[in-house]
């Protein structure tokens, strides 16, 4: 196997019913075996690039392109195989029922005489460290493992050029550490040229020897190695929203909210149990806590240890399978103390839960009226409306996209349209489940600066995160969920 | 249950077709008799217990009496009448087409649950691509895509629970399932897109008209097995027709 070399001349393209080009005028050449960190600020095109090199960007019906992209001298839509592309969603790439078989897909594809496949899958495997039996089921795998997995497809395909996108940003820290290592192990044996893309800089930093920045409009902003790009471009790399390795952090100090509010309790949890079916197993059981109000309470945990059903069952909108979850009488305004029995309309102006998934959310076809459909369940007045999404488009910095189709926004767009959605019907209460997955160092800043307002402003927040900074930032009081049920890991004296 | 769990998926297929077509032709206690009494008897000799019998056939052992009992009761009368009230009459005929139904349902239904019962999707897949020749995009679409279905399922739940957390929960149940089809709809699309992307990525569909050249890391191969397979299905069909044909109670479901 040869480590492929990229060359892209004037290249750019466009999907098709887009003005904006993704990429315009780009000119690089990534030598065989380099490894390349690619940065720019969401939206500059670097997943495009991405599927372009893979030979997967689609064709003259999905959009048109100017330049050239070259593999080893030959257009990249036609050296398909050449790279192997690894994407952000666990969930959207295993292909096949079983692991052995969805290792050995891709060298089906590729016309790999049966004799060669197996013995193949068995070092691709191994190259990841992926330790499980052929026939294991791929969905019984945790989401670093499935990652891992989609990686060996990959590398058994024996490509000269790895191409990895985001693929740890659904990751929890564990998840991380391992793809992170797999990644290097498997260049290590194959000598594979690389381009990652990845707003966290510090997973790969020590791996790749330079990197390349795109900016907005998909142009080649800095090119060079890793300390010296960090340098030189540190303010345009954090506008970008990249997260260098050293970067501090804008200072956010622990406390939040008074120490009044946070002696009262707004939710209360006695004996709790949860789970996502009515007559399932619960997930978690025997949990007993309090949601201060005015103040912001954390819960951190594993991936599937129940967080988000935690979340989902205090927001009201899974019953809880035994014990309860009551609200103070000042919340309830009335109501019976239970947030599940309220209605749907009562629940909306009480406690807003922002999901993990925005595009679980989306119910509407442009931005305007996706951040108004509360209001108008509410019936509020057409003025009333307008006027507080006008003020919710401004903050969210989305003004510009009110008449987009909500499907169309990037990741960091859709977070933002999902939490201006919430907020609309001013809930006192919001639960936000990883409200930060995903999403790039600008995006990030922005959501807690505006969190942090809330809270300050008397909200309680309830957030699920296992993201080190969120937590740091938001540390009022932070809850550890695992096997064993809920700790306090961290609290401000009230 | 050996001889069946061991042959090829699409030799299961073809068995499970052999010997309920027949059936699915003929109206007559008779033939139904002798097909099932063979099959249970085969399935059982072959190693299939009552208790694994039940488990995966309980709701046809369930359903073929009570169809059978609604023939009963209200079948066209023919013959002696035993019993009559208002629109039931019980008669000869009555009780026949009853039997003939029961039986119909169970020598149908038993085999195509016993023969289809853990056939692995990729097998199969495997098997028709392989050795019927359908076209492999075809088949691994197929077996990719209902890869989705667990996904989209949960996808309903989260939707269901967006709904109602954005205030929309309330209104008529008729009207929210017709959003979220149709939401769900989208979201599917976007999946699909997504996974054929990530199959793609991995080479598939990228040798255009060139099929030829894909291999397959899995064999499926037609071995003595299957070839007794099809052929035990065979004769427990003719057997059955015959039978029914020599006492003259068969009965073409066209005539």
Redesign the interface.
Known sequence: MRPARVEARGWGWRHTGRLRWALDGLDLVIEPGERVLLLGPSGAGKSTLL?AL???VGGEEEGEQHGSLGLDGRPAAAA??RA??V?Q?P????????V??DV???????????AE??PR?AEALDAVGLDVPLAHPT?RLSGGQRQRL?IA??LA?RPGLLLLDEPTANLDPEGVAEVRAAVGRALERTGATLVVVEHRVSTWVDLVDRVVVLDHDGRLLADGAPDAVFAQQRAALETAGVWLPDAALPLFDGELGSAAARSEPVLTAAGLAVG?ERRGEPVRAGLSFDIPAGASTVITGRNGVGKSTLA?TL?G??APLAGRVEASPALARGLVPEPHRW???Q??TRI??V?Q?P?????ARTVRDEIG??LR??RASRAEADARIDELLDRLHLGHLAHANP?TLSGGEKRRLSVA??LA?RPPVLVLDEPTFGQDRATWLELVRLLRELVAGGSALVSVSHDADFVRAFGDRVLRLDEAGLHIAAEVAA | MRLVGRANPVTRLAAAVVVTTPLLLTLDWASSTVILVTELALLFAAGLTVGALWRSAWPLLIAAPLAGVGMLLYGTPSGREYASFWLVHITAGSIGLALAISLRALAIGIPSIVLFRGVDATELADGLAQRVHLPADFVLGTLAAQRLVGLLIADWRQMTLARRARGLGDVWAVKRFLGMSFAVLVLAIRRGTKLATAMEARGFGAHGTDRGSRTWARASTFGARDAWLIATAAAVAATGLGIGLAIGTLHWVWS
Do not use: K, Y
Not at chain 1, 359 to 363: A, F, K
């Open positions: 599927a893979a030979g997967v398909r195989g192997g592309l994407l969603d969930d959207a790439q295993a292909v096949l029922a079983r052995g078989d050995a897909f891709g060298c089906e594809n590729l016309g790999v005489p049966r496949i197996w899958v969905a989609a497809g990959v395909m996502r989902l927001g909108l899974l209605r749907s309309t629940l909306l807003g839960t999901f998934e595009e679980h959310t989306l119910v459909v509360g369940a509410l499907f959605g919430v019907a």
